[in-house]
């Protein structure tokens, strides 16, 4: 479990610290996770875990879900404004994109609802441009609002929408204008990142202090690498896979996973696909598809592509992650689609049939660079950030019964409180321990002397705040404590992932 997605959903339980909760009904409910994070998606799985224990399964199935629910969205959009043809093409590239279908089931970032949002409120918005209906303009701006309470960066999406949407069909804008449908929508919009509104107003817009983007500030070099990586999948590697081949390769024992890894043998080393090419020569093709009928989708495609990546271009500390950039998706895959679509009229059924020719590479590149994932996941398992010793390290602390648990690093203190239920006894010291300060010396010390707390820190090199292991060890040596180790935790292939140990006076 990625500490983002186990960080959502455990906004309602003691151990998590969501930044913001009003009080309903005589009861504390979190509003926002983090200053840029609505808690959206912990209400919806509040009646899940509720009465279903939690599991992977559990945690990823609505994901897949709404991401299955989105392809179908995106076919249904395709095949409107390019036809039956596009919208297979399309579909087929968007559902074998291993970068896709891996970040909506893990939903880090997260990235599945925003998704989910745009496209529904764009069928919407089409649908009240057909019937004129003010119902349907008003639920497309609420789920516009409801994606913007989720995670404010959907604030990129909706302006490339925006933008697009009057750059080519500018008039059609101004005929379907009125000061009541622009009230209306804006009430509806209101209505959905009310959550978000009220957050800013209680504390002078906290939202927009981009210092709490946890990403780091990079060039546009870098930038313009992982966009690449990204749409070519090479950016699962080494981040979600472990690629350093340390431990132990695990055989899977069921039949698929054997059948996985054979064919991975059999392929040889796939570690990228083809969609980052497709793309470039999508986009050469854009001033020849000026002068065809597939004009106006085609320039709406690139019009929200420039835009919405422009504005991870100039912001600080964006732009950067994979979980940043695939808010362009589906329309690379749209643009794919249009562009190939309209090549095939021009040049015939010979055309034709060299266009499916392309699209079956494509699309085959694409299933065997998932397996080529799934074949890694298995016998090499993952980063110590996605690390399944996490569930052998909560069994054992409710083996110490009392204690006190504090995480000192980042990543993994609320998936430990997700699997407890919210019972663990949890303190995450890992943030101040980073900033250094001397009220956090003072704390460290405090925890120490009490002989009931129990530390867990990631294992020597594992580190992702780097520095707080060592900081915390200086500040026991200084004030006479030695670590005991209680227990070392590995992975199933056999890594050491965490450390539990007390202080103890020398």
Sequence with gaps: MHYDASDELGAFYRCCAPAFKVTMFGRQVPLMVIPYLGAFKAWLYQPILHYLQLTPLILRLPMLL???????MFFQLLERVSGRGAAVAGTLLLVTDATFVIATGYDFGPIAFLHFFLLAGILLVLRFHDTGSSIYLALAFFLFGLGLWHKALFIWMLAG???????IFHRRVLVLFSIKRFLIACLSFCIGAFPLIYYNAATRGATFNIANVMSRDRPFSQKLLVLQKTMDGT????FLTDDSLSG??????RTAGRISVAVSRASGTIDRNWMFFAFLAAGLMLPWLWFTPARAPAMFAAVFLAVTWAQMLVLPNTGAALHHVILLWPFPHFLIAVAGAQLAQRLGRAGAWVLIGTLTSLVTVNILLLNECYADLLTHGTRSVWTDAVYPLSSYLETLPGSRIVTIDWGYASTLCLLSDGEIALRDISYALLEGSRGSSEMARSLMADPGTAFVAHAQGEELFPGVRQRLFTIAAEAGYAPQMLNVIADRNHRPRFEVFRYVRK
Excluded: K, N, R, Y
């Excluded at 929408?161 to 750059?167: E, I, K, R």
């Excluded at 132990?248 to 024992?253: K, S």
């Design 248 to 253: 132990i390769e695990v055989h899977p024992a």
């Design 161 to 167: 929408l925006v933008v697009a949407t009057c750059a």
């Design 66 to 72: 709404v991401g299955a629910f989105s392809v179908w």
């Design 235 to 238: 950016i699962i590697f080494g």
